[in-house]
């Protein structure tokens, strides 16, 4: 049966080259996201600074909150006590523990300042950094790397100006250093001042004993101390604290468009060969009748799709390898993945994305296998002419499960969950509504083109009315050429309008109680202390606020209403009600909010059972753990609930243990805005932004987040797209007995194309209408979660463009095939069997 299968493949090369391009283009898809993946999981950063220490150490880099399993990752720098480095010392094969400080130190240039860190000398042979001129640092001097001192063209004994404390400061340059760009060092004592950490280190160098085993004295320290010991290409975690933050989230984009990727290959790649093997009914009948068993029926069918899988999968290593590269860059230079990360892409990338594209193909050649083999001859001739029998068990169940999963996933939605969480059942929402309505498809097309074939056949003539006809006979049939279409609309409307929505709830509930009208921005490192007295003394200025940032986790009560990565920590100046924090209060007041004070919202309050007067604990974002007395509570947008405190709290707790901004509120009719642009250009590193950029700013992630998710969802569209070209062109080009039998008829060329053009806009207007229904099911809850209407929200030319490109796709895939077929003269076309 294989012969038979190669020997008859050039008769039937546009069933297998779709094929092909199906599994080629899955493939690529799959094994680019498992490329990053794998980079997520590895998270390899080649340390540079601290490379010469075998062993770093650092304070404990995950939390775990009270009576819970998973353990939360600390998103700020988590420094070590200073009593852990004479503990490691008498460690058994310790050598020396090396501290090391760091803070932020950019350099001015050109108007501006250079991206720097700052460190102690001491510090220095982690590297190591050798002197290649000069001495080492003193109070006032400081050592610069040789780069930035060929940058600068500085030379020992030379004055350059640093930014530290935020305060721009002149230095001395008393040496400068081999190794790493980027690293000033100051004396010990000015680098303990500036790192504003004190008793601790950033990290401790654990220098070993030549054959000392490091697995053992990892061990070893931990169980000293409360602390993460790291080796080998860990270290440059330590170095690269966003490379750890960032994996999570590489992790998570990865495997949820992975996964969605993955099932929309096998569902592509399955309909492609089902349609194949659909059209070839009467070639199997004929086999049949021959005297060919049902066994050898199935076997041909699976090894003609293990034919076209195998080669199809080695082929789309190639452009898998491009795109994962792609997709990595991208997503670094957007600030989703570390640029400093490797990226990987191995044998388990190519394995996951391989076994997906054979295993789907040998799925639906066993499924069309087994209804090919088992129809009885006479029955197969009659089948492979109308097409009018669909149903099967498997299919009925397979359809009303993922339809039910879906309705599941939908009162999920829009009854449990809320904020940007809901994304987390609307997204495999999406899928079990595709592949539910799909797995029933002839039933939805028929119910569809029940509707929809009334007008047309109101305004068409004889073509048209003949097409509608030819659709609603042959609707089984038709049902394989609308739903890639359907699958291509509904994805493509709701991944699309649920960033949107999201990028617009967030905004409406970060502005709806913000009051700022301007906001002073650090350009380097942090804003100084000193700078907020001197706003807040500016004529016109009714009140001002440092702002900060940071994620925390309440251990105390437990149960708080946030999600795994913690809570987000607003740091606010102390204010009365008409002050700049972006709240609005419920009870209390946040004119004492300093010390160890916070503010809740409304619903954390109802959920963890506490209010003004009682107190709570939570972990900062360094790993800091904290007794906070609740002062005052507040409205929140379900969803988007954060937590204030005091500004100089949050701040200390950061890795830049500075404000990074200032919000401004004026007096009624006052302009301020001369006022602080004098101060800024008086203060170096400082600018003055207006209400849209603070806007612009905290909605920054959400907008990157959006535009990753366009482009991934871009890229599964593109191969939804190939799907409905090639079910539309393997379609019609399967027809072509039927063109010539028309055309031998009476029918001219044009007349037969009027009545395809008809046919495609029943198939392209069902599909549409399936999609978009599959879109507003997932879209209608998700918007009411997320947002206080049901009604998502983005530009409407968003849809007409996707619409717009369905409707070419399936008019193009149809007419180009049929206008190649019709170039065959009739009676030669009506005499081919297919």
Same mark, same amino acid.
Not at 100 to 119: R, S, Y
Not at 124 to 131: D, E, T, Y
Not at 606 to 627: A, F, H, Q, Y
């Given at each position: ?29 799959? $094994? ?17 600074r601290l ?12 939390h ?7 353990a ?41 300042f ?22 080492a ?15 600068l ?18 230095f ?76 999570v ?115 639906a ?26 149903f ?18 939908m ?120 700078l ?20 925390g ?46 503010? $809740? ?48 709290l ?45 806007i ?6 959400l ?10 969802v ?85 849809y ?8 070419a $796709? ?25």
């Amino acid at each position: 049966m294989m012969r038979l299968a190669v020997r008859t493949l050039r008769y039937r090369k546009s069933g297998f080259l779709a094929t092909f391009v199906a599994v080629v283009f899955g493939t690529s898809i799959v $094994l680019a996201c498992g490329g990053l993946m794998e980079t997520g999981i590895r998270s390899n950063v080649a340390p540079e600074r601290l490379a010469a220490a075998p062993i770093v150490v650092t304070g404990k880099l995950t939390h775990l909150r009270p009576g819970e399993e998973d353990a939360t990752r600390l998103t700020e720098q988590v420094g070590v006590p200073d009593s852990v480095a004479t503990q490691l010392r008498s460690l058994e094969g310790v050598t020396d523990v090396i501290p090391d400080l760091t803070f932020p130190a950019p350099i001015a240039l050109n108007q501006g300042f250079t991206k720097g860190e700052g460190h102690n000398w001491e510090s220095a042979p982690l590297a190591p950094f050798n002197l290649i001129s000069g001495t080492a640092p003193r109070a006032g001097d400081v050592v610069l790397d040789e780069t930035t001192a060929t940058q600068l063209n500085a030379k020992p004994g030379g004055k350059v100006n640093l930014l530290v404390g935020g305060q721009q400061t002149p230095f001395t340059v008393s040496g400068i250093a081999s190794g790493p760009a980027g690293h000033t060092f100051f004396s010990t004592q000015e680098a303990t001042r500036f790192a504003n950490r004190p008793g601790q280190s950033a990290a401790l160098g654990v220098l070993v004993a030549p054959g000392t085993d490091l697995k053992a004295l990892k061990k070893k320290i931990e169980a000293t101390s409360d602390v993460s010991a790291l080796a080998g290409l860990d270290r440059g975690e330590v170095e690269h604290t966003d490379a750890a933050v960032k994996k999570v989230t590489l992790i998570s984009v990865a495997g949820s468009f992975g996964g969605i990727a993955a099932m929309t290959m096998m569902f592509v790649v399955a309909s492609t060969l089902a349609l194949s093997a659909q059209q070839r009914q009467r070639e199997f009948a004929l086999l049949r009748s021959i005297g060919t068993t049902p066994g050898q029926v199935r076997r041909m069918i699976l090894g003609e799709a293990m034919l076209v899988s195998l080669p199809a999968v080695l082929v789309g290593v190639i452009p898998g390898a491009l795109l994962g590269r792609f997709l990595f860059d991208n997503l670094s230079s957007n600030g989703v993945a570390s640029p400093d990360v490797t990226f990987y892409q191995g044998l388990i990338p190519f394995a996951a994305g391989a076994g997906a594209a054979v295993l789907a193909a040998i799925g639906a050649a066993l499924m069309a296998g087994r209804r090919s083999a088992k129809i009885r001859p006479v029955e197969a001739l009659v089948e492979a002419s109308l097409q009018t029998k669909w149903f099967s068990w498997a299919r009925t169940i397979t359809g009303v499960l993922f339809v039910g999963g879906g309705v599941a996933l939908m009162v999920v939605t829009a009854t449990v969950m809320s904020g940007p969480l809901a994304g987390a059942t609307a997204g495999p929402a999406v899928l079990c509504w595709a592949i539910g309505i799909a797995a029933l498809g002839p039933l939805a097309t028929k119910a569809i083109l029940a509707i929809i074939r009334w007008p047309l056949y109101a305004v068409t003539r004889v073509n048209g009315r003949l097409a509608i006809r030819n659709v609603t006979a042959r609707s089984v049939a038709m049902s394989s050429a609308v739903m890639p279409v359907m699958l291509a609309v509904g994805i493509a409307t709701a991944n699309i309008y649920m960033q949107t929505t999201n990028v617009d709830a967030s905004a409406k509930a970060f502005t709806k109680e913000l009051r700022a009208d301007a906001v002073l921005v650090s350009t380097a490192a942090g804003l100084s202390p000193s700078l907020l007295p001197k706003v807040q003394a500016l004529p016109g200025v009714a009140s001002a606020s440092e702002y900060v940032t940071s994620l925390g986790v309440i251990d105390e009560p437990r149960h708080a209403p946030f999600d795994e990565d913690g809570a987000l920590l607003q740091g606010v100046s102390p204010q009365d009600a008409d002050g700049t924090a972006p709240v609005r209060l419920t009870s209390g007041s946040l004119e004492g909010l300093t010390g160890n004070t916070v503010a $809740l919202p409304d619903r954390v309050v109802e959920k963890i059972d506490r209010g003004v007067g009682t107190s709570i604990k939570m972990t900062l974002g360094d790993g800091t753990p904290v007794e906070l007395r609740v002062i005052a509570t507040f409205a929140a947008e379900p969803g988007y609930e954060s937590i204030v405190l005091p500004a100089e709290l949050v701040a200390a707790h950061t890795a830049n243990r500075l404000a990074p901004q200032i919000l401004v509120r004026a007096e009624p009719g006052a302009s301020i805005g001369p006022a602080l642009a004098n101060l800024a250009a008086a203060t170096p590193g400082v600018q003055v932004a207006d209400r849209e950029a603070l806007i612009a700013g905290n909605g920054e992630d959400l907008q990157t987040q959006a535009w990753i998710n366009y482009l991934l969802v871009g890229m599964l569209i593109a191969y939804t797209a190939v799907s409905v070209v090639n079910t539309l062109a393997s379609s019609t080009v399967r027809r072509r007995r039927e063109f010539g039998l028309q055309r031998l008829t009476g029918s001219t060329r044009g007349q037969v194309l009027r009545m395809l053009t008809t046919e495609g806009v029943l198939v392209a207007l069902a599909g549409i209408i399936l999609g978009t229904l599959v879109a507003l099911a997932t879209l209608l809850p998700y918007a009411s979660a997320v947002s206080t209407s049901a009604m998502p929200t983005g530009p409407f030319w968003i849809y007409l463009v996707i619409i717009a490109i369905a409707f070419a $796709l399936t008019m193009l895939s149809t007419l180009i095939p049929a206008t190649k077929s019709l170039a065959t003269r009739p009676a030669e076309a009506a005499a081919r069997a297919d």
